[in-house]
């Protein structure tokens, strides 16, 4: 039998908990620099995953280290369908955070020096990131070339988002729908919930389809309550903005006809969609369970990487057996 000393628990920094975020590993000195605020909104105001270049700051300075990231994703990815799902929605992902990108670019009233735009520097940002992670070296390439191609396309995305994909999104929506509710469902109340969504949709764009004229008071207005609501993201308040760009978002666009508030909201139904995945297959799924400012940095950061080493460890378990 092994025995281990027992050791005093170390004492955590309230700041440090207040916040849902643990201490720095021994050695590490950066991670309190950067104001625990700025890496809160960082995570999900701006839509989850790709679309803050100020994300990749806020993962380096305090991020955990990619063996704990991977670590925590493949203990809740061990089903081979639930990877497959994850792919798919991987692709989806991207191709909405970089077409809301290519509208924000669209519309920035200033340039940003060398003629950079923000969506070219997430792009380029996350593949520098990912090609200094401890993953097989096909898992960078592989998700530099998925993100390269979401930024060329991204202005593509952007024209045919709105209103084309808004009537395709009610079969999506019904998905996260039910997932919120969080309660077993059958067929018969996924088809009411859907007939209501589409026909929610439908009237909205006949009888108030880009109606409302949005000023740019509004816009600046909007941003400034959700990065308020979001920078506590493990709160009641976060969890709500969550829910407004998964369950609203597309109403925005359907009464103002701004197709940036549908690809906004779009990139909360890609991120609720492994919800639904980790339901179906049922496996837990990982950021509710992180809870911890640091680890969700390093899972929403690495995330292509996490993923394909996944892939590519269960093809090998499958290949053994």
Same mark, same amino acid.
């Given at each position: 039998?092994?025995? +281990? ?31 625990? +605020?700025?890496?809160?909104?960082? =995570? ?10 100020? *994300? !990749?700051?806020?993962?380096? =300075? ?13 203990? #809740?990815?061990?089903? /081979? ?21 290519? @509208? ?13 735009? %923000? ?19 096909? /898992? ?32 999506? #929506? /019904? ?24 026909? =929610? +949709?439908?009237?909205? !764009? ?7 004229? !949005? ?16 920078? *506590? ?6 969890? &709500?903005?969550?829910? %407004? ?12 006809? #701004?197709?940036?508030?549908? =690809?906004? &909201? ?16 049922? @496996?837990?799924? /990982? ?5 911890? %400012? ?6 929403? +950061?690495?995330?292509?990487?996490? !993923?394909?080493?996944?892939? &590519? ?6 290949? @053994?057996?």
């Amino acid at each position: 039998m092994v025995t +281990t000393r027992s050791q005093t628990p170390k004492k955590v920094p309230a700041a440090a908990s207040a916040q849902g975020t643990s201490p720095p590993p021994p050695g590490v000195l950066l991670p309190y620099t950067l104001p625990l +605020t700025l890496s809160g909104v960082n =995570l999900y105001s701006i839509s989850p995953f790709y679309t803050s270049p100020l *994300k !990749l700051l806020s993962n380096f =300075l305090c991020g955990a280290p990619y063996p704990l990231a991977y670590k925590h994703f493949r203990r #809740d990815h061990q089903g /081979t369908l639930n990877l497959v799902y994850h792919c798919t929605i991987l692709v989806l992902q991207l191709l909405c955070n970089f077409g809301f990108l290519y @509208e924000v670019d669209e519309r920035l009233p200033f340039d940003l020096p060398f003629n950079v735009s %923000i969506s070219s520097l997430s792009c380029y940002g996350w593949m520098t990131c990912l090609l200094f992670t401890q993953s097989p070296a096909w /898992t960078k390439a592989l998700s530099s070339c998925l993100i390269y191609f979401a930024f060329t396309v991204g202005p593509q995305v952007a024209a045919a988002a709105f209103p084309i994909s808004i009537h395709l999104q009610p079969f999506l #929506d /019904t998905l996260v729908y039910i997932y919120f509710i969080k309660k077993p469902t059958t067929v018969n109340i996924y088809l009411i919930i859907f007939i209501i969504r589409v026909t =929610l +949709t439908e009237l909205t !764009l006949t009888h108030a389809g880009g109606s409302v004229q !949005l000023s740019s008071n509004f816009y600046y207005g909007f941003l400034l309550v959700i990065a308020m609501l979001s920078h *506590k993201p493990f709160t009641r308040p976060a969890s &709500g903005v969550f829910g %407004i760009g998964a369950l609203f978002g597309w109403l925005l666009a359907a009464v103002s006809g #701004d197709r940036l508030f549908f =690809l906004w &909201g779009a990139g909360f139904i890609a991120t609720a969609l492994q919800g639904v995945s980790h339901r179906e297959t049922h @496996e837990p799924p /990982t950021m509710p369970q992180l809870a911890n %400012i640091s680890n969700e940095l390093a899972h929403s +950061t690495f995330f292509p990487c996490l !993923l394909l080493q996944a892939v &590519g460890d269960q093809a090998m378990m499958i290949k @053994e057996d």
